[in-house]
């Protein structure tokens, strides 16, 4: 059988060599390797085979058909070159494929635009965070309930002596005190936009995903200016008929605290099937505790602010009208998904 | 916190001719949001969203409360009819009960003796009312428990009397390792400052505020029964139930700091059902400790 098979084989590379054109190579192709085949016919004569061989033969098939392969396409593409004598230089080239940015970064860039033109400046905080700046300086102390609404990952290492553990921010928020450290007096005019991290993975959760979150202190700021601020950003982000509303929430880190809503943008307001009632839920926001300015080293005294954080996958969602069954197809790197933007 | 609240069951307590769509609209705008309403064979359910800074609204009573202080504001007349129970004594010492209560982990103690309950399944407008709140009815006690905690937002606990040796109980902080098996057969190493009830034998029959012991357990068998219904310091509440990730619904209550006046609203309503559904005599007085001070109002302008 082995001796078959390397006859075969040489038979086979001889012809080859010889060919002349590639009509040649594709007879020969069909001979030894199409269905009906030389070398089809030996690997259905293996199950007449002894069971300790079986193995061998197969795999010194499967090496002579590679080897035919390649011969056979070597051999085209010699024959190619050769035949070719004037080659057409202005014709234009195959065009490297070139990628393009993400929907979210997109996204980021749109929201970024809408809050720089109203003096915002826009800061990055870490990812990898102490528990103080998640939590503690939130008025979140260890063993608060509140906490629940986050579902944090913790990272295994050493405590900070006193910022406490280690974790992945689940929210922007952690920048609100970092902004007022790094500031230290106000006027403060930032807006974060962040990774965040929750342990959390379905059709409308991804584990990582981005929130934005807006900052302002000043003296004799308002629950006016944020409701200012928001009604800016709606009708800059999703269009001029928009328009927002505030409903009263509970945060520790705000008080008064609220979820804005913004009018659906198929109905405007009036109600639909798609909004239920008019209104679509956009995210949170609040003045700020005076808790978190003291953390912070501002006096609360003096200054009052407001805050708010959303999540960026949301708005985009709300803004493009996109319906993706599940949100976690944004990060699957799915080519067939991505370039359809 | 999400909670289901039966529109049938809310209108025991609020007098008012708003349709479920606008009590879902207005609460939306004001306080609880209503996340949906689902249809069912008890007629429409909201589901509510309630912030957890409002543990005094997650229940039924509560939203009732809410609602009766919101639609108003809209022009839509409510009113809140008020939980009715019956007379009760309270008394800082009974004969059925000897109990010895750490006043820093238990802000309001109350315990009251309930003879010869004779278990079985509830009356099916019971059970309805619980399929509609999501909970799975088991027989008369089990379910007047549920019954109440969903109404009010007051967890009850039932022992079984004749198993608390001697008639004595201590509600202390646990040790490190001490070791309790809760009513659902699962084993625990508690990880200390639990709030834990030790009966006259020394034995471990309940882990307060989270789930009540084994070996405590109302039964087919039981007779008398002992009803329990207190508010528990939230910070060791919610320090065991995290670190044993047992978050039973009393404990998701009670580390939010529930109200001691809660308490005797809670027994009373406990007793008259225990009457109404199980045939038990309760006796006349209910045992209460507390530490709360009523404050008088005072005029500050």
Redesign the interface.
């Known amino acids: 059988m082995r001796e078959e098979i390397l006859n075969i084989k040489n038979e086979a590379l001889a012809q080859i060599m010889d060919a002349k054109d590639s009509r040649d190579l594709d007879s020969l192709r069909v001979t030894y390797l199409g269905r009906n085949g030389k070398i089809n016919s030996l690997t259905k004569s293996i199950k007449n085979l002894p069971k300790d061989e079986k193995v061998s033969v197969g795999i010194l098939i499967n090496e002579t058909k590679t080897t035919l392969l390649d011969l056979i396409a070597e051999q085209k593409n010699k024959i190619q070159q050769t035949v070719r004598k004037w080659f057409d230089t202005s014709i234009p080239a195959i065009k490297a494929k070139i990628g393009h940015l993400h929907l979210v970064t997109y996204a980021i860039e749109e929201i970024s635009d809408v809050f720089t033109k109203i003096g915002f400046v826009k800061v990055r905080y870490p990812e990898v965070e102490w528990d103080w700046f998640a939590f503690g300086s939130l008025n979140m102390p260890k ?4 906490r ?2 986050w579902e944090t990952f913790f990272i295994d290492s050493k405590p900070h002596p006193s910022y406490g553990q280690m974790i992945l921010t689940p929210h922007t928020s952690s920048g609100q005190v970092r902004e007022m450290m790094r500031v230290k007096t106000p006027p403060i005019r930032m807006i974060n936009i962040a990774k965040c991290y929750r342990r959390q993975s379905d059709v409308s959760h991804v584990p990582m995903f981005h929130q934005f979150e807006g900052l302002v202190i000043d003296k004799d700021i308002s629950i006016v200016n944020l409701k200012g601020t928001l009604d800016y950003f709606a009708k800059n982000f999703f269009g001029r008929q928009r328009q927002t509303r505030l ?4 945060f520790q880190f705000t008080e008064p605290s609220f ?1 804005v809503d913004i009018t659906c943008g198929v109905c405007l307001g009036k109600g639909c099937k798609l909004c239920k ?1 008019g209104w679509l839920e956009l995210g949170g926001a609040g003045m700020i505790h005076p808790t978190v300015l003291k953390n912070g080293g501002v006096d609360p005294t003096k200054y009052t602010g407001f805050a708010f954080g959303w999540g960026v996958e949301r708005v985009l969602m709300m803004k493009s009208g996109l319906k993706i069954p599940d949100l976690r197809l944004l990060y699957s790197s799915d080519l067939r998904f991505l370039t359809q933007f | 916190m999400n909670i289901l609240i039966p529109d049938k069951w809310l209108r025991e307590f609020l007098k008012t001719l708003a349709s479920p769509a606008q009590i879902s ?1 207005y609460l ?4 609880p ?1 209503v996340e949906r309403i689902n249809e069912t064979s008890y007629g429409p359910v909201y589901y509510f969203e309630v ?4 543990v005094d609204s997650v229940s039924i009573y509560g939203v009732a409360r809410e609602a009766a202080a919101i639609l108003p504001r809209f022009g839509i007349k409510a009113r809140l009819h008020s939980v009715k129970v019956g007379e009760f004594k309270f008394s800082q010492k009974v004969k059925y009960l000897k109990a010895i209560v750490d006043k820093k982990l238990c802000s309001r103690f109350t315990a009251a003796l309930i003879k010869n309950v004779i278990i079985k399944p509830s009356p099916k407008q019971i059970q309805d009312k619980l399929t509609a709140v999501g909970v799975r009815a088991i027989n008369n006690v089990v379910d007047i428990s549920n019954y109440v905690m969903h109404e009010l937002g007051q967890p009850v606990h039932t022992f079984d009397y004749d198993k608390i040796k001697g008639a004595k109980m201590i509600l202390r902080e646990s040790e490190k390792g001490e070791k309790i098996t809760t009513l659902d057969g699962k084993t625990y190493l508690l990880p200390g400052e639990d709030i834990v009830i030790e009966d006259g034998q020394k034995r471990l029959i309940d882990l307060a505020g989270i789930m009540g012991g084994e070996n405590s357990a109302v039964d087919s068998n039981t007779k008398n029964v002992l009803l329990f219904v207190q508010t528990y310091n ?2 060791n509440i ?2 065991t139930s ?1 670190s044993l990730a047992k978050r039973s619904e009393a404990a ?1 209550l009670f ?2 700091d529930l109200d001691p006046e809660l308490v005797s609203v809670g027994i009373g309503r406990t007793i008259d059902l225990f009457v109404k559904l199980t045939g038990g005599v309760p006796e006349k007085e209910i045992l209460d400790f507390t530490t709360l001070k009523r404050l008088q109002p005072q005029l500050i302008s």
Not at chain 2, 28 to 31: I, K, P, Q
Not at chain 2, 51 to 54: A, V
Request: hydrophobic share 25%; charged share 35%; aromatic share 4%.
């Open positions: 063993d608060h309930p509140a629940d609404e409903r009263p929430f509970h979820e009632a | 609209e939306s705008l004001c306080g949001a912030t957890t800074n409002r939230p910070l919610r320090r995290m998701v580390e939010k």
